[in-house]
C-alpha cells in the first residue's frame, strides 16, 4: 500500500478502499460517541456491511473523480481520516471533512493531513476553491480552518439535523491565490 508521511510521529496519509471496511469499522467502535458529537459517519458506518457500504460509495466518487477518502494512520493502526465529501472540477470547487477519534486528537494529525491534500488540490488538481463546513459547536474543526488559513464566510443557522437537534453550521474556505503552505509547527 502507498502513504504519504505526515512527519516524523509515524502518521501517516493513505488510501481507505473497500478491503479496509473491519478496519475501519474497528476504529469507529473505538471513537463511535467522540466522532458522533459533530457528525454522522458512527450511525452510517454502525456494522462490517454499512461500512463496506460506505467506502463503496467512496470507491464510485473517486472512480467518477467526484470525491476521495483517505486515512490517518498513526504507526499502521487507523485513527481517523479525512475526505473530499464533495469535488466538482468544472467548476474547481470541493468541499473537505474530517473525523479522528479520541486517542488522536490533538496531535495535528488533521492539519498536516489536510496541508497534503490542499496542496495537492490546488497544485495538482487545479482546484479554486476548498471549502471547510463545521458544526458551530465544533471549535478543534474550527481551528483546524484557522490554521489552514481559511477565512470563515458565514453560518448555515439550524441547517442540519443531526442526532434529532438542529444545529448550525459554519462555512470557511480558502481559494487557490491564497493558498500557501504553512510551515511545519505553525
Known amino acids: 500500500m502507498y502513504a504519504t508521511s505526515l512527519g516524523d510521529d ?7 478502499e473497500v478491503w479496509h471496511a473491519g478496519e475501519l469499522l474497528a476504529h469507529i467502535d473505538r471513537g463511535r460517541e467522540f466522532i458522533g458529537r459533530h457528525v454522522g459517519l458512527p450511525d452510517v458506518v454502525s456494522d462490517l456491511d454499512g461500512a463496506r457500504a460506505w467506502l463503496r460509495l467512496y470507491g464510485e466518487k473517486r472512480a467518477a473523480d467526484t470525491g476521495s477518502l483517505h486515512g490517518i494512520r498513526l504507526d499502521g493502526k487507523l485513527v481517523g481520516g479525512l475526505l473530499f465529501r464533495v469535488w466538482d472540477t468544472p467548476s474547481g470547487v ?3 471533512g474530517c473525523w479522528l477519534e479520541p486517542a488522536a486528537a490533538g496531535r495535528g494529525l ?11 488540490a490546488f497544485t495538482e488538481r487545479g482546484m479554486h476553491r476548498v471549502e471547510w463546513h463545521v458544526s458551530t459547536a465544533n471549535e478543534p474543526s474550527i481551528n483546524v480552518a ?7 464566510e458565514g453560518v448555515l ?4 439535523p443531526h442526532r434529532g437537534v438542529r444545529t448550525s453550521t459554519e462555512i470557511w474556505a480558502v481559494l487557490a491565490p491564497e493558498w500557501r503552505r504553512p510551515a511545519a509547527g505553525h
Do not use: K
Request: charged share 30%; net charge positive.
Open 94 to 96: 470541493c468541499e473537505a
Open 157 to 160: 443557522r439550524e441547517n442540519f
Open 10 to 16: 509515524g502518521a501517516e496519509l493513505g488510501p481507505l
Open 110 to 120: 488533521v492539519t498536516r493531513g489536510l496541508r497534503t491534500l490542499l496542496d495537492w
Open 146 to 152: 484557522r490554521r489552514l488559513g481559511m477565512t470563515r
